[in-house]
């Protein structure tokens, strides 16, 4: 059951096919990297369905019909380390896209985001700004992503994860009820070092090899 109207849980057979690989603990880094980048085509797909679009013509072989092409710009903005295993999927789908980078990493101890780097397009409020990372635990981190979005500009923004947790989805619904947020899953808690429950481990050291 969703809490918030701003949140799409993205759970068709396809989606939950990918997020069993990457749930899977005995799932490989060269696997766990491909099922992220195949849901992240499908997360993209799903988030731009509300994209603006202008109608065009085209000539088939047998005849010239209208049909609409995608118009205005999109920001991709992956939150690293982790987001960046979704970068590939959406740029395959938005070739223009402009691409942004937030640098945050959870302090162990305290589950507090620490911004490290921020690479941000000025004037962001004329772009669809798609937020990538595959994990929403606690929420800190995007709630810190999306004071910073809307610092530069933004305006219209979603939000794609693989696996987020309710108290996490409680607190950045609540806090931005304007953004939109898409997740494959739902996972009901978190344990006692802020990881989400069953969740799907460490993503940023599942796909690159850190564990
Ligand atoms: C993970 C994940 C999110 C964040 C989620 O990143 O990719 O960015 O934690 O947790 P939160 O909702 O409680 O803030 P992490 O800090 O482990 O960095 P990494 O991607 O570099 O591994």
């Not at 994209?51 to 013509?57: D, Y």
């Not at 700004?129 to 929420?139: E, H, I, Q, R």
Request: with cysteine; glycine share 10%.
């Amino acid at each position: 059951m969703l809490e918030a109207s701003n949140l799409h849980l993205v759970d068709g057979p396809l989606a939950r096919n990918k997020l069993k690989v990457l749930r899977d603990e005995g799932t490989r880094t060269p696997e766990f990297r491909q099922a992220m980048k195949e849901l992240s085509l499908i997360m993209v797909a799903e988030a731009t369905r509300t994209m603006p679009t202008k109608a065009v013509h085209v000539r088939t072989p047998l005849a010239e019909t209208e049909i609409e092409e995608i118009s205005g710009p999109v920001c991709l903005v992956p939150v690293l380390r982790a987001g960046l295993g979704m970068l590939e999927g959406a740029l395959a789908l938005l070739p223009e896209a402009t691409v942004g980078f937030m640098g945050l990493q959870r302090d162990e101890e305290t589950a507090e985001p620490i911004e490290y780097y921020v690479n941000l397009p000025r004037g962001l409020g004329d772009y669809l700004v798609l937020v990538l990372d595959p994990m929403l635990a606690t929420g800190g981190s995007l709630s810190a992503t999306l004071s910073k979005l809307k610092e530069y500009g933004a305006r219209w923004i979603s939000c794609l994860h693989a696996v987020a947790a309710k108290p996490g989805v409680e607190r950045v619904t609540g806090e931005h009820p304007d953004v939109t947020f898409y997740t494959a899953a739902l996972d009901p808690e978190l344990d006692e070092n802020a990881f989400i429950v069953p969740g799907l481990g460490d993503a940023g050291d599942r796909l690159y090899g850190t564990l």
